[in-house]
């Protein structure tokens, strides 16, 4: 069988350019999550759902063309795979969206973490505001931890 260089390197370019607007989606949604605008941050949040569910799909299509072709795309091997059978020119494209994809994961965990943060300011802040404080949690002599919470109102403060 032909190798598919002509489709597999159009997936990849739509690969490519699809992870580029991703990386500036992802740029946009950490300038939102700084500045708590939660309307810009929904709105960006379902571009980039909308864009993840493309580029998982493009994915699948890849994967099919490679199978469809008797290739065997086992995960993980697949650039071995692409460096093996292919020309020079398609290994620098799918190394291309590699590192572009690599690039995109890491802003989507900053985002995360981002995220994880401000939710927890917001979840002590209406722990104060409800008068639930807490101390640290400490260890006792069995070595479990124990909560050394006290409870007041902020009215009483």
Same mark, same amino acid.
């Given at each position: 069988?032909?190798?598919?260089? #002509?489709?597999?390197?159009?997936?990849?370019?739509?690969?490519?350019?699809?992870?580029?607007?991703?990386?500036?989606?992802?740029?946009?949604?950490?300038?939102?999550?700084?500045? *708590?605008?939660?309307?810009?941050?929904?709105?960006?949040?379902? *571009?980039?759902?909308?864009?993840?569910?493309?580029?998982?799909?493009?994915?699948?299509?890849?994967?099919?063309?490679?199978?469809?072709?008797?290739?065997?795309?086992?995960?993980?091997?697949?650039?071995?795979?692409?460096?093996? *059978?292919?020309?020079?020119?398609?290994?620098?494209?799918?190394?291309?969206?590699?590192?572009?994809?690599?690039?995109?994961?890491?802003?989507?965990?900053?985002?995360?973490?981002? #995220?994880?943060?401000? #939710?927890?300011?917001?979840?002590?802040?209406?722990?104060?505001?409800?008068?639930?404080?807490?101390?640290?949690?400490?260890?006792?002599?069995?070595?479990?931890?124990?909560?050394?919470?006290?409870?007041?109102?902020?009215?009483? #403060?």
């Amino acid at each position: 069988m032909s190798l598919p260089s #002509a489709q597999l390197q159009r997936l990849l370019e739509t690969d490519y350019e699809d992870l580029v607007v991703l990386a500036d989606i992802l740029e946009q949604e950490k300038g939102f999550l700084a500045t *708590r605008d939660v309307s810009q941050l929904q709105a960006t949040t379902e *571009r980039k759902q909308q864009l993840i569910k493309k580029i998982e799909a493009n994915s699948r299509l890849k994967a099919k063309l490679l199978i469809d072709s008797g290739l065997n795309p086992v995960p993980g091997r697949i650039a071995e795979l692409i460096r093996s *059978r292919f020309e020079k020119s398609l290994v620098d494209l799918w190394a291309a969206v590699e590192n572009q994809l690599k690039h995109c994961k890491e802003a989507n965990l900053i985002n995360g973490k981002i #995220a994880q943060a401000s #939710a927890q300011r917001t979840n002590k802040l209406m722990a104060i505001l409800r008068g639930q404080s807490s101390k640290p949690n400490l260890y006792g002599s069995k070595g479990y931890e124990r909560s050394q919470a006290t409870t007041y109102s902020l009215a009483k #403060a």
